[in-house]
């Protein structure tokens, strides 16, 4: 990243400066006196003078929005930096949210929830009250990865964004609101949400690598429209990982990883995998200092900000590289006691692209350990017979098989007969597929497919399951069932003549030559 590393380093710097200055002496705040002198450049100004104030559009129909995706359900905004303040306290919240544009004036705000925006609109709604939006195009790239860092809720973006830079964010007045303008944006969009207001949202081809669905979402109202006199209007396209959000998406947490134990401190690593949309899959390293303390830090984590979207965690308690999900995995399986150590609560609420639930915003979510030292060896290759109507087995990693079967609209059930095979004793994790060899292609292939397409309480399946103590017991194989069902959106692909014109017109894209890639894989293989 162009950022480098000088603001990782200061983030790392300020979460331990605590632990270096207490109790404070001259000397110990003499020798943090380099930290404290860049937190003086952090903060907000009031701009002398603004280019984003050098002209006016009309109205929304004279921003070059895009249209992705062919059965997107119109033009989106896909970089609108969404800035409001909380009707009572004035805290902002600056985040990245899509907006679909519906006319010259009025386009869907695609709130979700644990959203920091839409806790701002939901106490003006219960005030009866519009919201003040003012709506961001471009400015230094420091405020994108700001907007959508998984800050707490009260922590203001607009400060990190500062850090980033390394000088504070020139703000001048708005004209025309109450909302302030941010100096260096290429477009603001001046507007409220009234009350109460829906209409249609999408589809929309999203970063899971589907369409997520049509729903109704609180409408924003344009106002005015303030530009540079040369605006740069600033887009992205989201669709199958790994896509340039992902790419964003590590950046923040690689910066943000210092803070995690300080925040929560028996959690001494975590790692979200943006191959499945990040919210579908976490894992963590933690202390395990008395028996069954790992599960005080699963439920911290779950517990904690926009990771309480987690759909399935991973919990180890001895040190492991977490971005290399096999050997994560393979640890994982080792250790793991199914009749005790996978936990499944259903009920729950669930990130609102992840369509694997019963209702849009409604889900379950896992927790499995593996801790403590290895209770089992891992088999390495199958051997035997699989059931009639499976077939292609391939090993992911030692102790995970992944298996083709029917098609679930045809025999829905089929993971829990394939959890009854004499041949599957042995192993302790079965993926059950639509098409094996595709999935075990990449682990980036492995993860999108598997972690995107099961729920917890709904798609997994054990040998047998009883209950201890109120608790489900497990004994393998565990077979989780990551087949796409009946009712599932669409997953995204390009439409065959856009594809074609691209093919076509590659060479005068890029004339020094550049490798092609696929829009239908993605980075998936």
């Not at 480098?4 to 400066?17: D, F, M, N, T």
């Not at 830090?297 to 900000?305: C, H, K, N, T």
């Not at 699989?386 to 292609?392: E, K």
């Amino acid at each position: 990243m162009a950022f480098g590393s000088k603001p990782r380093q200061l983030v790392e710097r300020a979460a331990s400066l605590p632990e270096r200055i207490f109790p404070p002496t001259p000397k110990r705040l003499w020798g943090e006196r380099s930290l404290f002198s860049a937190f003086s450049k952090i903060g907000l100004s009031q701009a002398s003078s603004a280019p984003v104030l050098g002209s006016q559009l009309q109205d929304l129909s004279q921003l070059p929005v895009l249209t992705t995706w062919s059965e997107d359900g119109g033009p989106f905004l896909t970089l609108p930096l969404v800035y409001t303040e909380h009707p009572e306290t004035r805290g902002h919240n600056l985040a990245i949210y899509r907006m679909q544009i519906y006319d010259k004036t009025k386009a869907g705000l695609h709130w979700q929830i644990a959203k920091g925006g839409g806790y701002h609109y939901a106490v003006a709604e219960q005030k009866n009250q519009a919201l003040p939006v003012n709506v961001f195009l471009g400015g230094p790239p420091a405020l994108m990865l700001a907007a959508i860092a998984p800050l707490p809720e009260n922590v203001p973006e607009l400060l990190l964004a500062s850090l980033l830079l390394g000088r504070k964010l020139p703000m001048a007045k708005n004209p025309a609101g109450p909302l302030p303008l941010m100096a260096e944006a290429e477009f603001v969009l001046a507007g409220e949400v009234p009350p109460r207001e829906r209409a249609p949202e999408g589809p929309f081809g999203d970063h899971y690598g589907y369409y997520s669905l049509k729903h109704d979402y609180p409408v924003f109202h344009c106002k005015n429209i303030f530009s540079r006199r040369d605006p740069i209007y600033p887009a992205t396209v989201v669709g199958k990982p790994r896509q340039e959000d992902f790419f964003l998406g590590d950046f923040l947490q690689e910066l943000l990883s210092s803070i995690f134990p300080r925040v929560m401190p028996a959690v001494t690593d975590l790692w979200a995998y943006g191959e499945t949309g990040y919210h579908s899959l976490a894992a963590a390293v933690v202390k395990q200092r008395f028996k069954r303390e790992a599960m005080v830090s699963a439920f911290r984590i779950l517990g904690e900000g926009q990771l309480a979207l987690t759909k399935f965690l991973l919990v180890l308690d001895q040190p492991q590289d977490l971005k290399d999900f096999p050997k994560v995995l393979e640890h994982v399986l080792a250790r793991a006691d199914f009749r005790s150590d996978l936990y499944l609560f259903a009920n729950l609420s669930m990130d609102t692209l992840d369509y694997t639930g019963p209702k849009v915003n409604e889900g379950s979510k896992g927790v499995l350990l593996g801790v403590g030292e290895p209770i089992r060896d891992l088999p390495r290759q199958f051997q035997g017979e699989l059931p009639h109507g499976f077939d292609r087995p391939n090993i992911f990693c030692p102790g995970c098989l992944v298996v083709s079967g029917p098609e679930a609209r045809q025999e829905p059930e089929a993971a829990q007969r394939l959890s009854q095979a004499a041949s599957l004793k042995n192993w302790p994790l079965v993926i059950l597929v639509d098409d094996s060899e595709k999935t075990t292609r990449s682990t980036i292939n492995f993860l999108w497919t598997t972690f995107t397409r099961f729920e917890p309480a709904a798609d997994v399946y054990a040998a047998s399951i009883t209950l201890v103590r109120n608790q489900p017991s497990y004994i393998p194989p565990i077979v989780i069932d990551a087949r796409l069902k009946p009712g599932f959106p669409k997953e995204l692909f390009c439409d065959p003549d856009t594809a074609a014109k691209v093919t076509r017109r590659w060479r005068e894209y890029f004339p020094q030559g550049m490798d092609m890639g696929d829009s239908d894989r993605g980075h998936l293989d």
